[in-house]
C-alpha cells in the first residue's frame, strides 16, 4: 500500500479526449462558473478556491468548480493546503478552438456594460 | 385596423442589444439547437422550418427554434406559407464574437469524429 500523494486528492479531471462540446457549454452556461472563468482568465496566475470573489455559498461554490473541473474547463491541484485552479486552455483549444476565449471576451464586455465590475 | 402581414407572425424576437452571452449559450447548450445551428450554418441559404434534419417529435422540435429565437441566435421569416430561418451572425458577433463560429466549428469537429455525420 502507498501513501497517499496530494495529486490523489483531485483525481476525477477528464482526460483531453473525454472533454466534450456539450460539457463545456453546460458549464460556460452559468453566470457563476463564467465568473470564476473570467477570474482565474484576468489572474496573473493559478487561483486558490479560497480567493475567488463570488456570491455563493461554500457549499454552492464546492459544486460550481466541481462541474468546471469535470467538465474539463479548469484543473485543480493542491499546493500544499490550497486547492489551486488553473484554465485548460490548451485542452480546450483542442475540443472547441476559442470558444473560452469567445466566451470570457463576452463576459468582459457585459461586465463593462454592467458597470465595469470585473466580475 | 390594419391587415395582419406575414412579418407580425414572428414578433418576438429580441432586439440586438437584448441579446445576452447567458441566453445564447443556455441556446447553444443543447444538442438539437447545435444541429439546427449548424445545418443552416452550412445551407447554401436559409432554410425553411420543414427541411431541417432533426429527430425529435414536431412539437419538441417547435420549442428548440423558439429558443433559438428568444435569444437571438436564429431569425424566422416567413416567405409565403414556409417559416424561414436564418443566423443573426451580425447581432451575435456584437455580444459574443466569434462564439457562434467557435461552437459550429467545434460541433463539426465532433460529428467527424462521431462517423462524418453533418449533424
Keep these: 500500500m502507498t501513501a497517499r500523494t496530494a495529486a490523489d486528492r483531485v483525481t476525477d479531471h477528464p482526460d483531453a479526449d473525454d472533454i466534450t ?55 485543480q491541484y493542491y499546493a500544499g493546503t490550497s486547492k489551486m485552479n488553473t484554465l485548460r486552455r490548451d485542452d480546450l483549444d483542442l475540443v472547441c478552438p476559442g470558444l473560452l476565449a469567445a466566451v470570457v471576451e463576452a463576459a468582459d464586455r457585459e461586465a463593462v456594460r454592467a458597470g465595469g465590475a470585473r466580475r
Tied chains: 1, 2.
Design 21 to 75: 462540446l456539450q460539457g463545456v457549454l453546460e458549464a460556460l452556461a452559468d453566470p457563476v462558473r463564467r465568473s470564476i472563468v473570467r477570474q482565474i482568465a484576468h489572474a496573473p496566475g493559478d487561483m486558490a478556491c479560497g480567493t475567488f470573489d463570488i456570491s455563493v455559498t461554500r457549499s454552492t461554490g464546492t459544486h460550481h468548480f466541481r462541474v468546471l473541473r469535470q467538465s474539463g474547463v479548469i484543473r
